[in-house]
Structures are given as structure tokens and as C-alpha cells.
């Protein structure tokens, strides 16, 4: 992305809708312009129950946006929940004609044109590519593969597939929004490299955001996207329980939440008494904090409990060797960590990011996103191939127009020869997929 660039991303959760507007500095960072957040309740157990309330608030955040940043905003980066999502892998191997001339530039061009082709399942649209790593035939991995004197290489990749009909929705909202999308993107894709650190990006890792309404798992080995799902429990699960069981208010259920609020019972530390404002009786009713922990604790349980349960049932659990939590729904539960390990039997900790404590919880899965974009070559451009105004499925103009319009500006290359745009490869490949395909 070019210095200047502005670029705005859009979750929309359980509880709220969060927009981040980011621009792009002098050192290809994104710097925060403004974040906004709304109230919404358009959706419940990750399904969109009143596209209404939602376009509501997305035009209510864009409003403020627009008077504070004085900036026109027409397009966004949207989140998309991992139950929505499947990742297709794809490996592509190029055969070289004459080795002794090298891979050119022709060959690793051609290799990312055939990544895309694949049979999509009915009720699935491609809404992402994300390239992995070059192979070559002599074992070697390496972020350039071009001048490499070998007879074939290999590029692996995984195929982002979106609900057709959940794609939909959300084009039907952004249209009654009356802006345009610039992609989807998957939570945990977005949220990767604002909560690993540099040792967790290379290794087997299962990140969890515990959010309000959900929670959302995404598992990597190094660079690779393996798998993403949502589990339809988060922090309003654990605050509805803890007002029903007591009998109390919404709001005195959230406050004795955030107050006291221990994963585990046997934490317990000094276990106090606490009083409560019970909904019906007069009098005040005392309980001891333990009573409150047992239920904070029962629904973690649950939650890390069907995590462990999809991800034994996928057969990937073998592959993973940490967890890194994060999340809004459990920013004030102690031991959450903990609870996680015991339930898991892996390794869990708190995600510490470099950046990750700059931002509010609150705004943080949007500004990764904008983060995860502005990362990205071509990524700008694909605002001009997405019409939300249409009632095509999701992403049919641009695959019917092929990669060169939409998909490939959204590959996101884990080389550093488009980022830095200095090696040959990628010079050439700038001009390449503009004035020739």
C-alpha cells in the first residue's frame, strides 16, 4: 500500500459494531485516525437476525468517522466468523523447461494463476487466497524462488471459501449501508500478527478470541492457515448466567464479573463475602465470592470443552503446540489461561503481542484488520472489482473476470518481495499483472 493510503475496516460482533480507520505512514505502518463503536444486536449465535440494525450502525459509525477524521468513506474491509469460512490447501507445482536458465519471473506468475483453480463446493464462493511458501524440487523453502537453478518448484496455498448465502447478507447490508466492500477477510487471519509474537508466528499455534456473543479459533502451522470455526458461547454467556443464578441485574452481573472475576475456584485467594442487590427481594443477600467463581468457572469449562471437543473431532489437535488467547469476553477473567490448559492439555498463555496492548480490546479484531490489509499488495485496488450493489453472489465478477481483477490483488504474500518492492520478482510482477493480464 502506498504511503497515505487510507483504509477502514469493519467488525461486526455479537454486541457491537467496531470501525478502525488506519493510515498508512512513512514506514508502511498503519497509524490509527479514529475508531467508533456501536451498540448492535443484529446478530445472535453468529447468524444475522436484523441486517437493519446492523446497516444502522455501520451508517452511524461511518457518520462519525467521516465528521471527526474528516474524511468520504465508500468502501470497507469486513471480518467474516470462522463458522462461515473453509480453507481449501493447494499445492501447485511448476515444471521449469531449462533449468540451467533458472526460474524466471514467467514461471512463479503462471504457478499463482493455476492456485485458484479448484472445484468449489455449491454454496461456497472463494473470497481469499492466501499464498504459503515456494518449494523447491531440492527441498529448499525460500521467500524468492526466482534465478533458482532447478527443474521445478512448488507453491503452496490455502483457498479461503465464504458462505454464498452469508456473503450475501452481508452485501445486502453494506448495500442498504450504501457502501462498497473491499474484502472479507477470516477473524483469526486478520488477528494473527497483532497477537503472536515472533516465535509464536513460526510455530504450530491455535489462536482463541473469546468475544461477547462468540468465540472464534483459528490454528496455523507457521505461516499457514489450517482451520477456523466459532464457537456460538463468549463473555454475555458468562454474564447471563451469573444474573440468573444470582438474581440480579444485567448491570450488577457484569460489574461483580469484571470485579471478581477467576476462571478457576481453586484460585481462590481470600474468599469474601459479597453483597448483592437481588432483583425481587428487599433485603440484601450476601454470598461468598467462591459461589460467584463456581459460575464464571462452569461456562469457561463449556467453552474450552467444545474447542477441545472440534478440534479432536478435525483430527488437529496432535498438530498444535500453543495457544494463545485473547478476546473482550474474558479481559477481566483471571486464569483464563489456566482453565484452557487444564481443559486442553496444551500449553495456553495470554497473547502478548508486540503491538497488541496499543489498542483497546474493544477495537482490537478491526485493527488488525486494517493492520492485515494495509500487509498486503494490491489490496487497495480490489475496492474497484467488488460491487455490494449487486445481486450476484459474493466475488462473481471477479472470478469471472478472473484472477487478474480481484483475486490476486488480495493474495497476501509472505514474501518480502512485494512488500519491500525492491527484488526484480517483484517489480516485474507490479507491472506484469497491470498491463498484461
Known sequence: MAIGDIIVGIDIGSSKISLVVGEVNNFNQVELVYTVEHKCKGIKKTKIIDEDEIANAIVKSI??????????INSAYLTIAGKYVTIVQNSITKNIKDKFSGVSVKDVSSALLQVKDIDVPDGKSIIDIVTDKFILDDGRAVEDPVGNLVSS???NAQVILGDREYIKQLSNICKKADIDID????????????ILDTNELNDNVMIIDIGAGNTEIGIFEGSAFEYTNTIPLGGDNITKDVQMVLNISEEEAEKLKRQYGLAMKSYIDNDNEIVLNTVEDAKNKVIKSSELIEIIE????????????????????????NVVLTGQGITNISKSDVAGKVILN???KFATGRLISTVRPEYRTAFALVRYIA??????????????NSNESFFTKIMDQGLTDGIFQMCRMEI??????????????LQFFYLFL
Open 63 to 72: 457518520q462519525d468517522a467521516e465528521r471527526e477524521a474528516e474524511i468520504k
Open 153 to 155: 518448484f512448488t507453491v
Open 183 to 194: 474484502g472479507i477477510i477470516p477473524i483469526t487471519l486478520a488477528e494473527r500478527n497483532l
Open 298 to 321: 462452569a461456562r469457561i469449562e463449556e467453552i474450552f470443552t467444545l474447542i477441545n471437543k472440534d478440534i479432536t473431532n478435525q483430527g488437529i489437535k496432535p498438530r498444535i503446540n
Open 346 to 348: 496444551i500449553p495456553v
Open 375 to 388: 500487509a498486503r499488495p494490491f489490496a487497495k485496488s480490489v475496492s474497484s472489482s467488488i460491487d455490494s
Open 416 to 429: 518480502k518481495i512485494f512488500h519491500t518492492g525492491s527484488s526484480k520478482l517483484g517489480l516485474f510482477l
